[in-house]
């Protein structure tokens, strides 16, 4: 249970970060302006008026506000006058009311607007008819706090910062400050505490009931956790973009805020910008204002509905407008914006914007409810997509898509756009700890699969998402979903989300699409800019699902816990009565490390399965209670086959008795076709599972695929057979077979490689997995293409433009496993000179697919002992060792004999504490290893906090692996030496 709970941070941490009790904020105004640096630190100076409402009696004598490297240089306490306040909410129904029939005319405004951002006047431009501005004497007020403070160092970068150098004379005044009748509360003290990251202001008499206004004006460093800057030309000139990324850590880097209250808040954003850079924000621009600087100008923009702080966002840099579209089927029209020195021979996802929020409304129906949607390509230099409500940052490769792209790139394209469009409709619906998030990210995740066959994306859910699921689940020691944890500790929820996504879709399976839909529907309905919980989403499900056969007693809310709170996944064993037409199913947990009798866990499990003559589109259902067994009567004739699990849409494997697997196998090999792809996938993942288990021989499991060489042409089954080719290809490395493998593949994939390999520029799935598997499995010809194109390659560029850049990352490490001196140095000089991000990760991967001892040290001496990889480049490195058994090898050593500095260096770092951890996956193979490993877990276990569970997963696998090699490599090597293509008979 220690391990399991390694990396959930204790609650009382969290509870300790709360907000002040009976606090209910109702208004951030927000003036910014960002002092920027490309070079250099930069920094921004702020002033915020929070207005929150009291909702205690008894009287507050203490504030608690979230803030992160926050300095503060000012504040103010006054409660607003009460009947004042009657008035104004009066007022305010009546502005909302006008603010619904200015929505309608939307498409008025912006064309309006799009004149105002190249507008050049000493006036106050007006973009909305319904606009106010406050009066002069309250907004010359507010805006004095972004006047320079007394010692306060401005940067020194000569673009943009040599005009905002002498800001103090941006004194015209901000539209959208309050002003109020209010009384003066004084406060006797304001205390930071660092650590816990908590400003808390202390009040001379006590605060009661009513509404309140907090001013603070103050300057913050731009952190790298919250803030992205990056230039868009590596040549002398600064053509910049800098943004937020509020989303993991809170907006408490931005500003202070009360950032932990479940209530959504109405925001109010005002940045000052030099003349020739743009600013965006979640919201439309309400007004452009210059100032007595004549170089800066101050833009306004509407106020957002209410929101969490985290999305709150804004963009600022030297961009302009490329063109705008609609958004599917309505109005609010999507602004697309680049670098303004790039020109492009045509965006991609222009054109394909609309069709796929058609289609995602369709699969999940929420509107989209924000008045404009901007999307902004980043710099080369940031390859991490960011989105907020109505405003988009997406990656430079993925922004300028062209139609002349690879099938891959363009598929990539629109999966991030997707993606990133739909967490638009999703954010607002998760609690601020996100600790329910997992269900909404897995929404995500599976509508975007939902939509792939109306885009004709090629991609399928069952391959990208639930085996790669399916693998790291794999363990006796799988964890449930997290509960109560500080998520700004930990790196990725990455694997809950991509398991939720799988039971969201087992949960769609079971259900009738309609209930499904119409559950969604409710659901957004109902707590629409509210927070939502997993129990809000379990209640309308169980609504819309009367039809769910049930067992009789059980809710829809047990079923889905027998799988959230507990780990692993089941394998269902399907054992046949031939004589009575009858069968009995088995359910166990399905572990790699472990007997399975060992293991005694039970789910709820949706049953699907079809006959030789029944329906793929209608599959029978039954569901299978928490208990051992169930059996079946008259379900399928003793001549034909049945299949479970059609398309994979449960989270479980299913094993047969040996004939039923004999007529499986039979009728794929007469017409492979008669069975959808994903369901060919399934089963060529659940069979080389079972042999990994023993359950199954591998001279079944080369019988059953051998159809594939000839007649197999999609890609999904061939997806499903590289990612087993390639484990098997990692065991089997330090035995005297590897080379007979490797052999054994290359010629099973030679047919294959011949049809596609010349494809290349098309780019399709099929052929960037036939390029991967030839290279991988030392294809010859595969194999002097790289050395051809390495060395006949005059630049870079001319390099890059003969490989694309979907297949770029084979090409890399297919040069560096052969590589020596000569290709090392070229990877160290070219990763320092590279300014595309995405590029340098590529490269950076590729460093693990050494095989040279002293290359694979001199890295990880590197990351340790020198400061020549950031952090963010080192995780890169090191998540890639465990794909290559030389370099994990390696990665054991090392760690273990430098934890002591490992653990100093990356203190409070649990993502590089991790990552050194999980690097020396399949690295373990042999008893010895094990033994290693363990006594380095004794003798290390308090310096461990954080990576502890790294370390059993590592154990778990090395576990598997030492069995594997024990059990299954006898069978392996007779297998191979022999005639394996030629075998015919089940055993």
């Known amino acids: 249970m220690d391990l399991l709970n390694d990396e959930i941070e204790d609650t009382e941490n969290l509870l300790e ?31 915020v008026v929070i207005e929150f409402q009291v909702n205690d009696t008894t009287g507050l004598t203490k504030l608690s506000l979230n803030a992160k490297n926050i300095t503060v240089a000012r504040y103010k306490l006054s409660s607003r006058d009460q009947g004042e306040d009657r008035t104004r909410l009066k007022k305010k129904r009546r502005r909302s009311d006008d603010k619904e029939s200015s929505y309608e005319d939307h498409q008025d405004r912006k064309l309006v607007r799009k004149d105002i951002y190249s507008a050049e006047s000493d006036l106050l431009l007006t973009v909305s008819e319904n606009e106010t501005v406050l009066s002069q004497e309250n907004t010359e007020r507010a805006t004095e706090s ?134 965006l924000s979640n919201m439309p621009l309400r007004t452009l204002r210059d100032t007595v600087n004549s170089t800066m100008v101050i833009d306004t923009f509407d106020e957002s509905p209410p929101l969490s702080p985290h999305n709150l966002a804004f963009l600022m840099g030297h961009i302009e407008n490329m ?54 390509s980043l710099p080369p230099g940031i390859d991490e997509s960011v989105a ?17 792209s690879p099938l891959v790139t363009k598929n990539e394209a629109l999966k991030a756009l997707v993606t990133l469009f739909g967490q638009q409709l999703l954010d607002e619906f998760m609690n601020v700890n996100r600790t329910d998030a997992w269900l909404f990210e ?3 995740i599976y509508f975007q699969h939902e939509i792939d066959s109306s885009l004709n994306l090629s ?10 699921m399916m693998d790291i689940d794999s363990y006796s020691i799988s964890r449930a979903f997290h509960e109560n944890i500080n998520y700004r500790l930990l790196q990725s929820f990455n694997d809950e989300y991509a398991k939720s996504a799988c039971l969201i879709r087992m949960l769609h399976g079971a259900i009738s699409d309609t209930a499904f839909r119409n559950g969604y529907r409710k659901l957004v309905t109902r707590w629409k800019n509210n927070t939502t919980y997993v129990l809000d989403f379990m209640t309308v499900m169980a609504e819309e699902s009367s039809d769910l056969l049930l067992p009789s007693g059980v809710t829809l809310e047990e079923s889905m816990n027998s799988w959230a709170r507990q780990g692993g996944y089941p394998l269902v064993t399907v054992i046949r009565n031939y004589d009575e037409d009858s069968l009995t199913i088995y359910q166990e947990q399905f572990t790699l490390d472990r007997s399975l009798e060992d293991v005694s866990k039970f789910w709820y499990i949706p049953l699907s399965y079809v006959t030789e003559n029944g329906s793929w589109s209608s599959p029978m259902k039954v569901f299978f209670p ?37 007529m499986l196998k039979s009728s794929l090999q007469v017409n492979h076709e008669l069975f959808p792809a994903e369901t060919r996938a399934s089963l060529i993942d659940d069979v080389f599972s079972l042999a990994a288990v023993g359950l199954m021989k591998y001279e079944t499991v080369f019988d059953f695929i051998k159809y594939m060489q000839i007649k197999e042409r999609h890609y999904l089954p061939w997806t499903a057979l590289m990612r087993h080719a390639f484990k098997l290809n990692r065991l089997l490395y330090e035995t005297p077979i590897f080379t007979d493998f490797q052999e054994f593949m290359m010629n099973f994939v030679s047919p294959l490689y011949t049809e596609e390999g010349s494809k290349i520029k098309e780019g399709s799935h099929l052929t960037k997995i036939a390029i991967k598997m030839a290279c991988t499995f030392d294809n010859t010809q595969c194999l002097d293409w790289v050395k051809n194109v390495f060395e006949n390659s005059k630049t870079d560029t001319e390099m890059e433009e003969i490989v694309p850049s979907y297949i770029r990352r084979t090409f890399y490490c297919t040069l560096a496993r052969y590589g020596t001196k000569k290709e090392w140095n070229y990877f160290t000089e070219r990763v320092t000179l590279i300014e595309d991000e995405e590029e340098r990760k590529r490269l950076l991967t590729s460093f693990a697919c050494f095989q040279a001892p002293w290359i694979l040290q001199s890295i990880l001496n590197e990351i340790l002992y020198e400061e020549t990889f950031h952090e963010d480049e080192a995780l ?55 033994d290693d490993l363990q006594a380095f877990r004794g003798n290390n276990y308090d310096s461990m906090k954080g990576a502890r569970f790294a370390a059993a997963l590592v154990e778990a696998n090395g576990n598997f692996v030492t069995s594997w090699l024990k059990n299954s490599l006898p069978e392996i090597e007779k297998l191979i030496k022999g005639d394996v293509g030629n075998t015919t008979s089940i055993s």
Do not use: C
Not at 342 to 347: A, D, F, L, P, T
Not at 388 to 404: E, H
Not at 459 to 468: H, L, P
Not at 903 to 911: E, H, R, T, V
């Open 323 to 376: 063109g705008a579209t609609f958004i599917g089927g309505t109005k609010v029209v999507a602004t697309f914006w680049s670098d303004s020195m790039r020109r492009s021979q045509g965006i991609y996802l222009f054109d394909k914007l609309e069709p796929a929020v058609i289609n995602l409304i369709d699969v999940f129906p929420i509107p989209y409810a924000l008045p404009k949607l901007d999307l902004v």
């Open 17 to 47: 970060t709360l907000t002040s009790p009976f606090i209910r904020p109702l208004k951030y105004r927000l003036q910014l302006m960002p002092i920027i640096n490309i070079n250099s630190v930069s920094h921004l100076k702020g002033y």
């Open 459 to 468: 991609n399928s859910f069952v391959t990208d998402v639930q085996m790669k």
């Open 442 to 444: 897995g929404s995500l």
């Open 876 to 930: 890169v490195i090191l998540r890639a060792f465990p794909r290559n058994p030389a370099a994990a090898q390696v990665a054991s050593r090392f760690v273990r004999a430098n934890w002591q500095e490992i653990s100093q260096k990356f203190l409070g770092s649990y993502s590089m504490l991790k990552s050194f951890v999980l690097s020396m996956s399949n690295g373990l193979t042999t008893e010895q290893d094990l």
């Open 626 to 662: 928490s208990e051992p067994q169930l059996s079946l009567d008259n379900v399928v004739s003793n001549e034909s086959w049945i299949l479970f699990n059609v398309n994979k849409t449960g989270y479980y494997r299913v094993h047969y008795d040996d004939r039923n697997w004999m």
């Open 146 to 279: 972004l006047s320079a403070d007394e010692g306060f160092e401005t940067s020194s970068s000569k673009d943009y910062d040599a005009r905002s150098a002498n800001h103090s004379d941006v004194k015209e005044p901000y539209p959208d400050v309050p002003a109020f009748s209010s009384s003066e509360i004084a406060i006797t003290q304001y205390i930071i505490d660092d650590d816990k990251e908590i400003h808390t202001i202390f009040l001379e008499t006590p605060i009661q009931e009513g509404i309140y206004l907090l001013e603070i004006d103050y300057h913050t460093w731009i952190d790298d956790n919250a803030f992205f800057i990056a230039n868009y030309t590596a040549s002398d000139q600064e053509r910049w973009l800098m943004g937020t990324k509020l989303k993991r850590f809170g907006a408490r880097y931005l500003l202070p805020v009360f950032d932990d209250t479940d209530q959504k808040v109405v925001f109010s954003v005002s940045v000052a910008r030099p003349k020739e850079m743009s600013v």
């Open 388 to 404: 907020s409500p109505g405003l988009i940052a997406i990656k430079q490769s993925a922004f300028f898509t062209t139609d002349m």
